[in-house]
């Protein structure tokens, strides 16, 4: 656990009923769960960014939306700044609005298209200060669009998102967050659907908040060499569960859980100097309205034993901030 986190969660869980119309709904007993988030625990310190890195499907954004309570967690305990989330405090939940923000993936549908820059920069800047007047705002939405690098910022003020590419658009979101100087950003896949040329400059914005501001990141991706890039640490998902955590530097380079292991054997970018063979995994990732028994990797894992049928293995700390849930795990060689 790190000192004094921003953020801390506890045997955070989220579940989601399968709807399968009104009727059977009605009348089955047994209903089916999506467990997308099943008992997870993670903190992020102050000015830390860590990466929540896995496959489609594997309950990182679900993480990342219960975190902020866009999604309604169905048990555990989320932490901000030391106190306990309350989301039935409006006085609370406003001041939590202040401090922590999120960037979607798709720039084009996180935009109003309605309205003009100005409007969508200058709304979490209205919510928390209504008083303020439109000369300050003005001045303070060109500021934030400087920052983001659309320069002059007054050239887009009064134009709309239709007006702009992909990487402005996602500018502009990046604008409307950085505007209240969050202490926690959850940002979800961010430059995801941006051309390489604009990656760089999206994820340079996120060091510049980091270093001016001390802001924490919970850094969403399915691309773990750009998490190796741009993390402190990195927590690897795996079908609801986090199965190892550690520095960035130690999951690149010695990740232990068989899991961790598979993904980095694709990536030869992260280190040209061990050459390693590619771990192609067994089968396909299991539903997460149907969970195997024990370790939910063990359908697919390539040193699975009879115990890994029937006991799900615990988060234990092999090294200093290395976690890694397996009951077989060994470095990577």
Same mark, same amino acid.
């Given at each position: 656990?790190?000192?004094?986190?921003?953020?801390?969660?506890?045997?955070?869980?989220?579940?989601?009923?399968?709807?399968?119309?009104?009727?059977?709904?009605?009348?089955?007993?047994?209903?089916?769960?999506?467990?997308?988030?099943?008992?997870?625990?993670?903190?992020?310190?102050?000015?830390?960014?860590?990466?929540?890195?896995?496959?489609?499907?594997? #309950?990182?954004?679900?993480? #990342?939306?219960?975190?902020?309570?866009?999604?309604?967690?169905?048990?555990?305990?989320? !932490?901000?700044?030391?106190?306990?989330?309350?989301?039935?405090?409006?006085?609370? /939940?406003?001041?939590?609005?202040?401090?922590?923000?999120?960037?979607?993936?798709?720039?084009?549908?996180?935009?109003?298209?309605?309205?003009?820059?100005?409007?969508?920069? *200058?709304?979490?800047?209205?919510?928390?200060?209504?008083?303020?007047?439109?000369?300050?705002?003005? !001045?303070? $939405?060109?500021? *934030?669009?400087?920052?983001?690098?659309?320069?002059? #910022?007054?050239?887009?003020? &009064?134009? &709309?998102?239709?007006?702009?590419?992909?990487?402005?658009?996602?500018?502009?979101?990046? *604008?409307?967050?950085?505007?209240?100087s969050p202490d926690f950003i $959850?940002?979800?896949?961010?430059?995801?659907?941006?051309?390489?040329?604009?990656?760089?400059?999206?994820? !340079?914005? /996120?060091?510049e908040m980091k270093k001016e501001? #001390?802001?924490?990141?919970?850094?969403?991706?399915?691309?773990?060499?750009?998490?190796?890039? $741009?993390?402190?640490?990195?927590?690897?998902?795996?079908?609801?569960?986090? $199965?190892?955590?550690?520095?960035?530097?130690?999951?690149?380079?010695?990740?232990?859980?068989? &899991?961790?292991?598979?993904?980095?054997?694709?990536?030869?970018?992260?280190?040209?100097?061990?050459?390693?063979?590619?771990?192609?995994? !067994?089968?396909?990732?299991?539903?997460?309205?149907?969970?195997?028994?024990?370790?939910?990797?063990?359908?697919?894992?390539?040193?699975?034993?009879?115990k890994c049928k029937t006991q799900?293995?615990?988060?234990?700390?092999?090294?200093?901030?290395?976690?890694?849930?397996?009951? &077989?795990?060994?470095?990577?060689?």
């Amino acid at each position: 656990m790190k000192p004094n986190p921003v953020i801390e969660i506890s045997n955070l869980s989220v579940h989601f009923d399968v709807r399968e119309g009104f009727i059977k709904d009605l009348f089955k007993k047994n209903k089916k769960l999506v467990r997308a988030v099943d008992g997870i625990d993670l903190s992020i310190a102050k000015g830390e960014i860590v990466s929540l890195v896995g496959e489609s499907g594997s #309950g990182k954004t679900t993480t #990342g939306r219960a975190i902020l309570n866009l999604v309604h967690h169905s048990s555990g305990n989320i !932490k901000f700044n030391g106190e306990n989330f309350n989301s039935k405090n409006k006085r609370w /939940m406003k001041n939590f609005r202040k401090k922590a923000q999120m960037i979607f993936q798709d720039p084009y549908q996180s935009l109003n298209p309605k309205f003009m820059i100005i409007d969508i920069v *200058a709304e979490p800047l209205r919510f928390i200060n209504k008083n303020l007047s439109e000369e300050e705002t003005e !001045k303070r $939405v060109i500021e *934030a669009l400087e920052f983001a690098g659309l320069k002059p #910022g007054k050239d887009y003020l &009064y134009r &709309y998102p239709h007006e702009l590419s992909g990487g402005q658009k996602q500018r502009v979101a990046i *604008a409307a967050v950085f505007i209240i100087s969050p202490d926690f950003i $959850v940002a979800d896949e961010p430059v995801s659907m941006l051309d390489a040329s604009v990656r760089a400059d999206i994820v !340079k914005l /996120m060091f510049e908040m980091k270093k001016e501001k #001390g802001t924490s990141y919970l850094f969403i991706t399915h691309d773990l060499a750009l998490a190796w890039l $741009v993390s402190d640490r990195i927590a690897i998902m795996y079908l609801g569960k986090i $199965v190892e955590i550690g520095p960035s530097k130690i999951i690149s380079g010695n990740c232990r859980h068989p &899991y961790s292991q598979a993904l980095i054997s694709v990536l030869s970018n992260i280190d040209i100097k061990k050459k390693r063979k590619k771990i192609v995994l !067994k089968g396909e990732t299991p539903s997460p309205t149907d969970i195997p028994r024990g370790c939910r990797f063990h359908t697919r894992c390539p040193i699975a034993k009879e115990k890994c049928k029937t006991q799900e293995p615990k988060l234990i700390e092999r090294d200093k901030d290395h976690f890694v849930a397996c009951h &077989y795990d060994k470095r990577l060689i």
